[in-house]
């Protein structure tokens, strides 16, 4: 067997080099975070989606000591911009994204163009929990009931406007599986986020909306705005009154907000375990889930591996939807 000698000062520098590689795995974790972690918000400042993202980053925060979180907003195209800037970050734990079924599930389904895959692109950290939407009205809207609203958009088809938060996001798919599911003609006017949407609503500029409960609830208490119905299957302690559009005559209507914290594909596992961890040991805690819950959000974690199995069967059923609803995007 043939022996190949290197000199010696070239072997120390390759036993140096090789040992680097051994050990850089648990260095990285061991040193890691070193400098501040930013969580990327696809929505403008102020909306549900925000307030979701700064308590998991607060309480993040606390649970690895010495990290620093950064909330960093990047609206704009119904989440795609957010998300395709954390596609295309570095996968090493320090930059990550807070978002919804929006951003994993909708505009898949919708859009052809899109500079991320939800599955190639990202993996999770853990589900937190889902926000159903509400039909929301502004308070002096004539109608009060779902069935009284029907019966209006029947009578002046085209007349009514509906506002959502953006193209392709949750907001506008409830909206337009509620025109298709109720036959009735609603001209859907989408805002950049949930904040923008809601101060219109309020002001009375647009009469209608599909929101997040997060948003809408706080908004319905002080009596700015009034529910008419929830999309969920079932109803919520925070609104009891309120219907679900299930029960109201659409037994096949089901579309939740579900939130997930996802990295870009391919972190270095010693970093992986240690974000998965911190994930799931704060979402254990009573103090995070009850500042969630205060926030509207129905808590019902899930750890990283239920990600790539909900994002595939709902992308399905997303992509079925828009075929039935005729759903374009300009």
């Known amino acids: 067997?043939?022996?190949?000698?290197?000199?010696?000062?070239l072997g120390r520098c390759l036993a140096a080099g090789l040992?680097?590689?051994?050990?850089?795995?648990?260095?990285?974790?061991?040193?890691?975070?070193?400098?501040?972690?930013?969580?990327?918000?696809?929505?403008?400042?102020?909306?549900?989606a925000d307030t979701l993202g700064r308590i998991i980053a607060h309480h993040l925060g606390d649970e690895l000591p010495g990290s620093?979180?950064?909330?960093?907003?990047?609206?704009?195209?119904?989440?795609?911009?957010?998300?395709?800037?954390?596609?295309?970050a570095k996968p090493d734990g320090y930059t990550l994204l807070v978002s919804g079924n929006t951003t994993y599930t909708l505009n898949p389904a919708l859009k052809s163009n899109l500079q991320y895959d939800p599955l190639k692109s990202f993996e999770s950290l853990g589900i937190l929990g889902?926000?159903?939407?509400?039909?929301?009205?502004?308070?002096?809207?004539?109608?009060?009931?779902?069935?009284?609203?029907?019966?209006?958009?029947k009578r002046e088809p085209g007349?009514?406007?509906?506002?959502?938060?953006?193209?392709?996001?949750?907001?506008?798919?409830?909206?337009?599986?509620f025109k298709a599911a109720a036959g009735v003609d609603m001209v859907h006017?989408?805002?950049?986020?949930?904040?923008?949407?809601?101060?219109?609503l309020i002001a009375g500029?647009?009469?209608?909306?599909?929101?997040?409960n997060v948003a809408s609830v706080p908004q319905v208490k002080a009596g700015t705005v009034k529910a008419l119905a929830l999309t969920s299957t079932y109803r919520i302690d925070a609104l009891p009154g309120?219907?679900?559009?299930?029960?109201?005559?659409f037994p096949d209507f089901d579309l939740t907000a579900w939130i997930s914290v996802v990295a870009p594909r391919g972190l270095p596992e010693p970093v992986r375990k240690v974000l998965v961890k911190a994930m799931a040991d704060v979402m254990a805690k009573p103090e995070m889930k009850a500042d969630l819950e205060r926030a509207g959000l129905i808590v019902r974690f899930q750890p990283p591996s239920a990600y790539d199995a909900k994002v595939k069967s709902e992308l399905e059923a997303m992509r079925v939807i828009v075929q039935r609803a005729h759903m374009t995007i300009q």
């Not at 007349?159 to 337009?176: M, Q, Y």
């Not at 805002?191 to 219109?200: E, I, L, V």
Request: glycine share 10%; proline share 10%; aromatic share 8%.
């Open 1 to 9: 067997m043939r022996t190949i000698q290197f000199p010696l000062a």
């Open 19 to 48: 040992m680097a590689l051994a050990l850089c795995g648990p260095a990285a974790a061991a040193g890691y975070p070193d400098r501040p972690i930013v969580l990327v918000v696809p929505y403008p400042p102020g909306g549900a």
């Open 68 to 88: 620093t979180w950064v909330v960093e907003n990047k609206g704009g195209a119904g989440t795609a911009i957010g998300a395709a800037y954390v596609a295309r």
């Open 130 to 153: 889902e926000s159903p939407l509400v039909l929301i009205a502004n308070a002096k809207f004539p109608a009060n009931t779902l069935q009284e609203l029907i019966a209006m958009a």
């Open 159 to 177: 007349k009514l406007n509906l506002a959502s938060f953006g193209f392709g996001t949750t907001s506008h798919f409830a909206g337009e599986m």
């Open 189 to 200: 006017i989408p805002y950049n986020g949930s904040a923008p949407a809601m101060k219109d």
């Open 205 to 212: 500029q647009v009469p209608l909306s599909f929101d997040t």
């Open 242 to 249: 309120v219907p679900t559009l299930a029960e109201s005559g």
